[in-house]
């Protein structure tokens, strides 16, 4: 096994065809003439550190290297070249970027792309000493350049200065390009961008393709730019480039011959929408197991209902596991949603199917369900809310119907009003006589607990022999 195929094996996971094409590129390399006055490397991508690292080096024939150490094996990282991660990146060419080497040295690069199928495996780095030039041109003041800063030059460039739609966006990064695809303008934000992203010295001069993210070039551009009205431009898009995340705008003004491309850094926006998106199913998988333990709880109890022999006993279970139930059949529909809002007729609907199971009641009861779809409440709203209705239906079953009333029924309503929810649940009983009803009655002491403790409501109760109305209101934004 050589040398490329030991650090490939060690750093990538690139296949033996991959491997294979490498191998052969280093032998055309040691083996072509016009390659013998430069430093030549191939590099691969580090896929543990998202970088690069050398795998090959062939030292030039007729001057001394511009190295003093072996670089194989070391890291080319991205702050230093970033040519070659814009090369594996991008599948594109980068042509005489500025570099630094391990060893400190300023350089140029000419990279381009060992492509197998529709992958970049890695790159050929071609090497030349520019370091007093260079130098020269990296440290001394940049007359020039400051005429590029000039916001209101670019925009006057682009002949747009009635249009706010480049004015509206001096925040972001502005280049603008020659009909040739050379950087003829930039304003302070593009130069930052891309420093951060790890290029080095000037960006002004440097072709269209150098400077792409988002792997494209400039004639593709061109072509589907002059196919659009400028009146439907721009043309928008949205692409990650390393660990950054941009959107682009890309104008062609035909009158200036002249590509405007505008980038907007939006990588802290994705990262938090990607720690909500986390946290969120975070969430849900935890409503998940809450909806799963307390099924756990469920089966405990039916199982030592069914060793009762005590009536009482049993219905006390009974009644316990409806309720448990109810908290479960808000969990299992929250672990099914990302956003912390929940339907409250979809819950409610749960609520009821999951109550009718439960009934060992040889009646026939029915449940008429009428709550506006757009209602929607929190988590802790909800888990409230179910046990409110559940215990009313426990009474109803329980209580409101004989054997001889025809057409047992339940009403439950729910409307909002000005962020009011109100919620009614209406049966057609017998009814009862609130006063006679024991005061430590448990499933009274729960309705009127959590309306008014954890839903900050208003309960009303009224009802006679032809039924029973309870109604209990709350705002929908709970108080803090």
Same mark, same amino acid.
């Given at each position: 096994?050589?040398?490329?195929?030991?650090?490939?094996?060690?750093y990538?996971?690139l296949?033996?065809?991959?491997?294979?094409l490498?191998?052969?590129?280093?032998?055309?390399?040691?083996?072509?003439?016009?390659?013998?006055?430069?430093?030549?490397?191939?590099?691969?991508?580090?896929?543990?550190?998202?970088?690069?690292?050398?795998?090959?080096?062939?030292?030039?024939?007729?001057?001394?290297?511009?190295?003093?150490?072996?670089?194989?094996?070391?890291?080319?990282?991205?702050?230093?070249?970033?040519?070659?991660?814009?090369?594996?990146?991008?599948?594109?060419?980068?042509?005489?970027?500025?570099?630094?080497?391990?060893e400190?040295?300023?350089?140029?690069?000419?990279?381009?792309?060992?492509i197998?199928?529709?992958?970049?495996?890695g790159?050929?780095?071609i090497?030349?000493?520019?370091?007093?030039?260079?130098?020269?041109?990296?440290?001394?003041?940049?007359?020039?350049?400051?005429?590029?800063?000039?916001?209101?030059a670019?925009?006057?460039?682009?002949?747009?200065q009635?249009?706010?739609?480049?004015?509206?966006?001096?925040?972001?990064?502005?280049?603008?390009?020659?009909?040739?695809?050379a950087?003829?303008?930039?304003?302070?934000?593009?130069?930052?961008?891309?420093?951060?992203?790890?290029?080095?010295?000037?960006?002004?001069?440097?072709?269209?393709? +150098?400077?792409?993210?988002?792997?494209?070039?400039?004639?593709?551009?061109?072509?589907?730019l002059?196919?659009?009205?400028?009146?439907?431009?721009?043309?928008?898009?949205?692409?990650n480039?390393? +660990?950054?995340?941009?959107?682009?705008?890309?104008?062609?003004?035909?009158?200036?011959?002249?590509?405007?491309?505008?980038?907007?850094?939006?990588?802290?926006?994705?990262?938090?929408?990607?720690?909500?998106?986390?946290?969120?199913?975070?969430?849900?998988?935890?409503?998940?197991?809450?909806?799963?333990?307390?099924?756990?709880?469920?089966?405990?109890?039916?199982?030592?209902?069914r060793?009762?022999?005590?009536e009482?006993?049993?219905?006390?279970?009974?009644?316990?596991?409806?309720?448990?139930?109810?908290?479960?059949?808000?969990y299992e529909?929250?672990?099914?949603?990302?956003?912390?809002?929940?339907?409250?007729?979809?819950?409610?609907?749960?609520?009821?199917?999951?109550?009718?199971?439960?009934?060992?009641?040889?009646?026939?009861?029915?449940?008429?369900?009428?709550?506006?779809?757009?209602?929607?409440?929190?988590s802790?709203?909800?888990?409230?809310?179910?046990?409110?209705?559940?215990?009313?239906?426990q009474?109803?079953?329980?209580?409101?119907f004989?054997?001889?009333?025809?057409?047992?029924?339940?009403?439950?309503?729910?409307t909002? +009003?000005?962020?009011?929810?109100?919620?009614?649940?209406?049966?057609?009983?017998?009814?009862?006589?609130?006063h006679?009803?024991?005061?430590?009655?448990?499933?009274?002491?729960?309705?009127?607990?959590?309306?008014?403790?954890?839903?900050?409501?208003?309960? +009303?109760?009224?009802?006679?022999?032809?039924?029973?109305?309870?109604?209990?209101?709350?705002?929908?934004?709970?108080?803090q």
């Open positions: 096994m050589n040398e490329i195929e030991k650090l490939c094996q060690r990538t996971t296949d033996s065809l991959d491997v294979k490498l191998v052969e590129t280093a032998e055309k390399i040691n083996q072509t003439e016009r390659y013998q006055d430069f430093d030549v490397f191939i590099d691969v991508r580090n896929e543990f550190s998202d970088q690069a690292v050398v795998v090959f080096h062939k030292p030039p024939l007729t001057k001394q290297s511009l190295y003093h150490r072996q670089v194989v094996g070391q890291q080319a990282l991205r702050t230093n070249e970033p040519g070659v991660m814009h090369t594996l990146e991008t599948q594109l060419k980068s042509v005489d970027l500025l570099a630094e080497t391990q400190k040295r300023l350089i140029h690069q000419r990279i381009y792309p060992i197998r199928g529709d992958r970049t495996i790159a050929t780095i090497e030349s000493d520019e370091s007093e030039n260079v130098l020269n041109d990296f440290q001394s003041p940049k007359d020039g350049q400051a005429r590029f800063n000039d916001i209101s670019t925009v006057k460039m682009f002949n747009r009635e249009s706010t739609t480049i004015t509206d966006q001096l925040a972001d990064a502005i280049l603008v390009f020659d009909h040739s695809g950087l003829v303008l930039a304003n302070q934000t593009a130069i930052n961008l891309y420093q951060k992203v790890g290029y080095i010295g000037k960006i002004i001069g440097l072709d269209f393709e +150098n400077l792409s993210l988002d792997g494209t070039r400039f004639q593709e551009n061109l072509k589907v002059s196919q659009v009205d400028e009146r439907d431009q721009p043309l928008k898009s949205t692409f480039y390393l +660990n950054y995340f941009f959107s682009s705008r890309k104008f062609w003004n035909r009158e200036s011959r002249q590509l405007v491309v505008l980038l907007e850094d939006k990588t802290d926006v994705k990262a938090k929408e990607a720690e909500i998106i986390s946290k969120s199913v975070a969430i849900r998988e935890i409503n998940h197991r809450v909806k799963n333990n307390l099924q756990s709880v469920i089966s405990l109890l039916r199982i030592q209902q060793r009762l022999d005590d009482t006993a049993k219905q006390a279970l009974t009644e316990s596991i409806s309720r448990i139930t109810a908290i479960a059949s808000t529909l929250m672990s099914k949603q990302i956003e912390d809002e929940t339907n409250l007729k979809a819950a409610l609907q749960l609520l009821v199917s999951h109550f009718i199971q439960l009934d060992d009641n040889t009646q026939q009861i029915t449940i008429d369900l009428q709550v506006d779809e757009t209602i929607t409440v929190n802790d709203q909800v888990v409230t809310i179910s046990i409110i209705v559940n215990e009313l239906l009474n109803a079953f329980a209580h409101a004989i054997a001889s009333t025809p057409q047992n029924h339940v009403l439950i309503q729910g909002v +009003n000005n962020n009011v929810i109100t919620l009614q649940v209406k049966d057609n009983g017998i009814g009862f006589d609130p006679r009803t024991r005061s430590g009655s448990l499933g009274l002491m729960i309705i009127r607990s959590y309306v008014s403790d954890k839903l900050s409501g208003k309960l +009303n109760i009224e009802t006679s022999s032809v039924g029973t109305d309870v109604t209990f209101s709350f705002d929908h934004t709970p108080q």
